[in-house]
């Protein structure tokens, strides 16, 4: 995984904004250090030399990745099994 930013800002539209390191395309999935999916890239903002991406979240507790570097990576990301109970 490669480091691409850091979440700075959560928009009033519930959008995230990302400050990018490194340019990134648009669709790309970021993801934090463990690997889990944090947020999809929907449009690049701001000057060529210093961009920035907003996003939409991929979990329902994004508040708790602002401030945190993001990764990209071109390998899938990490599946959970779901649980299912069974009904009796």
Do not use: C, W
């Not at 800002?9 to 904004?17: N, Y």
């Not at 790309?28 to 999809?40: E, L, M, S």
């Not at 449009?43 to 990745?65: Q, W």
């Amino acid at each position: 995984m490669q480091e691409v930013g850091e979440i700075i800002h959560l928009a009033g539209s519930g959008r995230v904004i990302i400050r990018l390191r490194r340019p990134l395309d648009e669709g790309n999935f970021v993801f934090d250090d463990t690997g889990i999916r944090v947020a999809k890239v929907t449009e690049l903002i701001g000057p060529v030399t210093n961009p920035y991406a907003s996003a939409i979240s991929m979990t329902n507790n994004i508040k708790k990745f602002i401030g945190k570097k993001v990764y990209f990576s071109n390998e899938p990301a990490v599946k959970r099994e779901k649980t299912r109970k069974r009904k009796r």
